[in-house]
């Protein structure tokens, strides 16, 4: 049976997540890739034609500039109330939750990408899928990936972040 996006999004409340996953002590490569889909799922709700980070669109993401929440924020006072203003006529989130979306895209841009690219594009790739209801298995054969190495990758990329998150010390939210 084929749950539909509508449906997912409804029963999806953050915090929880489809596996019942409860925030752990500590930092867990399921609750990394778990915060980077519900970054994805923010950013869903934001009037922006941009899909994902440029990691994800592009293959030249360190040419690439984008803004980040602050960015666009702290450009003046009438461009922040112009940027909160699309942004409330669009139902889109709030404040915090694009914080935390921006906290968790960053982390693969951070800490994978010195010699890790490859896992980093591969966890952003299932995540905007996951959250973006897209086929996997036609993201698959475009890219002439395997499934399994996929996977692994996924867990590899996500281990790491969380591995470099508890090494400094940072709160699980």
Known sequence: MRISTLDRDLSYTPGIGTGELERPSAWTGEWVKHRIVEAFLVERRLPSRKIGPALVRSHWASMTVVDSFSDKVH???????????????????????????????????????????????????????????????????????????????????????????????????
């Open 75 to 173: 450009q003046g006072e009438l461009a922040r109330e112009h940027v909160w203003d699309k942004w409330a006529r669009a139902g889109g989130a709030l404040p915090y939750e694009v914080s935390r979306m921006d906290e968790a895209l960053r982390w693969p841009a951070l800490v994978l990408s010195n010699g890790h690219a490859s896992e980093a594009k591969v966890l952003l790739a299932f995540a905007l899928c996951t959250a973006y209801g897209r086929s996997l298995r036609a993201l698959l054969a475009k890219r002439g990936w395997s499934r399994s190495t996929f996977y692994r990758a996924v867990d590899r990329g996500s281990a790491r972040i969380a591995e470099y998150l508890n090494a400094r010390s940072v709160a699980v939210r």
